[in-house]
């Protein structure tokens, strides 16, 4: 079947085989090589491609949750969805949240999601206690920060290049409500927002929508959100059904001019410096959550989402430089979207490092391609790097000078029995055995 990720860019012909059981996957696994594990798909580009795809979504089920801790114990292939609609009623949340709910645990594990907590929580492994995982060679062990821990500290953010996580234990976090208190500030410039991260360090959440064709003395403009759990209001999911986009829009549709329309008119909406509501858990955290297949808005050749993080000593500098570049192009992004990042963890390729990031979406023509090359340079040159869970087109030589710790991780890999067993055209295009 055909197969792609979210970004629909690049596809690729693949033969998918779904396990039901861990048994099953460790026996597929003792008989074959070169396949990716893959979840929900929701990765961007083609960390999750293979011609062999072993999808984990047949192993879907809740095992154990002990209410006076908050452990939950349940398969890989469940999904953060599912996690949410069972135990939010019960007073629970996810510990590090990305921006939608539809990925699976090991999916989370494999790119060592961060969220707008990052600052406060650090990453999804952070609150992983333990995962079980299907080597290479069909043993299947457990793995910790205590227990094998370098394979523990490979695996989380490993993009599924050290084998295939079966289940984990994970801790939640205990709320009272399901409503979250949003707190918008208005922010006229990226010095500004830049000043309202480092103001507002103590809140649990933190996240800026940025005008990225803003020029002058607006360069950056932004909107910045803070969250924090509401004490009241009642345990509660959703039931509004999403917007289902049926088909893909016209290539046309985003252009600069409905780019910069669109962000004029977002952020014009705030009318206050400052302004208050409460609103639900879903509409802070997953506001595209709400529109199905919204990849489908990009048009037929797809899109790239492009995320970087520089480090805080070079913060501002790289990120106007960046956004000048942007700007100057002409080729804005239609989401984007700045958050500040705590320290980094140990794991051998997770993404955060203490900074600022941001995140943009591009359709795909021919130009941009040029443009993201131009800003690869920006972004190693300001001592930065792109997250693996987004990209679809970094160099071998991009990669490796980024994430310095490569060769521990490959390494590791060799230990496990891991090379020549799993690989993805991400891993291949980025010099990965």
């Known amino acids: 079947m055909e197969i792609s990720g979210w970004g629909r860019y690049?596809?690729?012909?693949?033969?998918?085989?779904?396990?039901?059981?861990?048994?099953?996957?460790?026996?597929?696994?003792?008989?074959?090589?070169?396949?990716?594990?893959?979840?929900?798909?929701?990765?961007?580009?083609?960390?999750?491609?293979?011609?062999?795809?072993?999808?984990?979504?047949?192993?879907?089920?809740?095992?154990?949750?002990?209410?006076?801790?908050?452990?939950?114990?349940?398969?890989?292939?469940?999904?953060?969805?599912?996690?949410?609609?069972?135990?939010?009623?019960?007073?629970?949340?996810?510990?590090?949240?990305?921006g939608t709910r539809f990925v699976t645990v090991g999916g989370a594990i494999a790119s060592d999601v961060h969220g707008k907590n990052h600052h406060i929580d650090g990453t999804f492994c952070e609150h992983v206690i333990s995962f079980d995982i299907a080597l290479g060679n069909g043993e299947i062990v457990t793995?910790?920060?205590?227990?094998?821990?370098?394979?523990?500290?490979?695996?989380?953010?490993?993009?599924?290049?050290?084998?295939?996580?079966?289940?984990?234990?994970?801790?939640?976090?205990?709320?009272?409500?399901?409503?979250?208190?949003?707190?918008?500030?208005?922010?006229?410039?990226?010095?500004?927002?830049?000043?309202?991260?480092?103001?507002?360090?103590?809140?649990?959440?933190?996240?800026?929508?940025?005008?990225?064709?803003?020029?002058?003395?607006?360069?950056?403009?932004?909107?910045?959100?803070?969250?924090?759990?509401?004490?009241?209001?009642?345990?509660?999911?959703?039931?509004?059904?999403?917007?289902?986009?049926p088909m893909d829009a016209p290539t046309q549709l985003l252009n600069p001019l409905s780019i910069k329309a669109f962000n004029t008119l977002y952020y014009g909406k705030v009318l206050q410096p400052e302004q208050s509501r409460r609103t639900s858990f879903e509409t802070y955290f997953y506001p595209l959550d709400q529109m199905l297949h919204w990849n489908r808005l990009y048009g037929k050749p797809g899109f790239l989402q492009y995320q970087f993080v520089i480090p805080t000593a070079t913060g501002r500098e790289g990120m106007r430089r960046i956004l000048e570049e942007i700007t100057e192009s002409g080729q804005g992004s239609f989401l984007a979207v700045l958050k500040a990042f705590g320290k980094q963890n140990e794991n051998y390729l997770s993404f955060p490092v203490e900074g600022y990031t941001l995140a943009l979406d591009?359709?795909?023509?021919?130009?941009?391609?040029?443009?993201?090359?131009?800003?690869?340079?920006?972004?190693?040159?300001?001592?930065?790097?792109?997250?693996?869970?987004?990209?679809?087109?970094?160099?071998?030589?991009?990669?490796?000078?980024?994430?310095?710790?490569?060769?521990?991780?490959?390494?590791?890999?060799?230990?496990?029995?891991?090379?020549?067993?799993f690989a993805s055209l991400q891993s291949t295009r980025l010099g990965l055995a």
């Open 143 to 245: 793995a910790s920060s205590m227990q094998n821990p370098d394979l523990f500290h490979a695996t989380c953010g490993g993009m599924g290049l050290t084998g295939v996580i079966i289940s984990a234990r994970i801790r939640l976090k205990p709320i009272t409500s399901s409503e979250i208190l949003e707190t918008t500030i208005k922010a006229p410039n990226l010095d500004a927002v830049l000043d309202g991260f480092e103001k507002y360090i103590g809140s649990t959440y933190s996240v800026a929508w940025i005008d990225c064709l803003a020029k002058g003395a607006d360069l950056g403009r932004s909107l910045l959100m803070i969250g924090e759990h509401a004490t009241d209001g009642g345990l509660k999911v959703a039931s509004k059904k999403p917007i289902t986009i």
């Open 10 to 98: 690049p596809k690729i012909d693949a033969v998918v085989v779904l396990p039901q059981t861990a048994t099953e996957c460790s026996t597929f696994l003792s008989n074959t090589g070169g396949l990716i594990p893959r979840g929900l798909g929701r990765s961007y580009g083609d960390s999750s491609l293979a011609s062999q795809v072993l999808e984990t979504n047949g192993m879907q089920y809740f095992q154990e949750f002990d209410s006076e801790t908050g452990v939950l114990a349940c398969d890989a292939g469940v999904s953060l969805y599912e996690i949410l609609n069972v135990f939010v009623p019960q007073g629970w949340f996810l510990p590090v949240t990305p």
């Open 362 to 421: 591009f359709k795909v023509t021919p130009s941009i391609f040029k443009l993201l090359d131009r800003l690869d340079e920006l972004v190693l040159q300001y001592g930065g790097r792109l997250y693996l869970a987004k990209d679809a087109r970094m160099t071998e030589q991009t990669f490796k000078v980024s994430y310095p710790r490569w060769q521990e991780f490959e390494a590791v890999r060799s230990k496990y029995h891991a090379i020549g067993k």
